[in-house]
Nanobody, 122 residues
Framework: VQLQASGGGLVQAGDSLRLSCALD????????TAWFRQAPGKEREFVAAISWSGSGSTYYADSVTGRFIISRSNQQMFLQMSGLEPEDTATYFC?????????????????WGQGTQVTVSS
């Protein structure tokens, strides 16, 4: 399974940005995918996850709840980010795993794409 994140950039605090993750055709209804981020010198941090079964249940980190929205369509996953803060500056990665259960532990995810850089200036 291959994943490719895109859409990062340099924005100002308060701006919005939409990240995309292209998924290959082997992402089936039994899979779930997620966004993680990693800032320099920090551990990889969970952002949001979505199931590809049924209506697509979602799960968010407290730090982004109400500001970020995860969604999916066809073979793409999205992260709509609003009200960006300098603390959101990081490299954002998309990840995937078999099974519909959603986890915040990066060790649960089997497949990882290359990241896309998001920089929020104050």
């Amino acid at each position: 399974v291959q994943l490719q994140a895109s859409g990062g950039g340099l924005v100002q605090a308060g701006d919005s940005l939409r990240l995309s993750c292209a998924l290959d055709g082997r992402i089936l209804a039994q899979y779930s995918t997620a966004w993680f981020r990693q800032a320099p010198g920090k551990e990889r941090e969970f952002v949001a996850a979505i199931s590809w079964s049924g209506s697509g249940s979602t799960y968010y980190a407290d730090s982004v709840t109400g500001r970020f929205i995860i969604s999916r369509s066809n073979q793409q996953m999205f992260l709509q980010m609003s009200g960006l803060e300098p603390e959101d500056t990081a490299t954002y990665f998309c990840a995937g795993k078999r099974g519909p259960a959603l986890y915040s532990d990066p060790g649960r995810y089997e497949y990882w794409g290359q990241g896309t850089q998001v920089t929020v200036s104050s």
